[in-house]
Nanobody, 118 residues
Framework: QEKLVESGGGLVQSGGSLRLSCTGS????????FSWVRQAPGKEVDDWVA?????????WYADSVKGRFTISRDNSNNALYLQMNNLKTEDTAMYYC??????????RGRGTQVTVRT
């Protein structure tokens, strides 16, 4: 069974840091691109955060997180990461790891909650 499991969310003060992790299983992790997206409270639409190519050679960030967040991956451990620094209250959301966003092979984890308080 193909699966993505996120972890690392929590409650943090504004200006703090968190590192999210996503572990994939049941498929060849290194063959796929991955994304982090988030859904703010009360919203049902994904807010795209970052993308990373299968070999990490191409990385993209939303303007809202550029310079504060870093996406990375470790294909040997089937892991995807999101280092989040200088967190702001507007970063509060459920964060999801996605494989092959917008493709027929898209896969989404259950998410991990990030709450940033003042």
């Amino acid at each position: 069974q193909e699966k993505l499991v996120e972890s690392g969310g929590g409650l943090v003060q504004s200006g703090g840091s968190l590192r999210l992790s996503c572990t994939g299983s049941g498929f060849t992790f290194s063959r796929h691109g991955f994304s982090w997206v988030r859904q703010a409270p009360g919203k049902e639409v994904d807010d795209w955060v970052a993308d990373i190519s299968p070999d990490s050679s191409r990385i993209w960030y939303a303007d809202s997180v550029k310079g504060r967040f870093t996406i990375s991956r470790d294909n040997s451990n089937n892991a995807l990461y999101l280092q989040m620094n200088n967190l702001k209250t507007e970063d509060t959301a459920m964060y999801y790891c996605l494989r092959d966003r917008f493709m027929s092979t898209e896969l989404r984890g259950r998410g991990t909650q990030v709450t940033v308080r003042t």
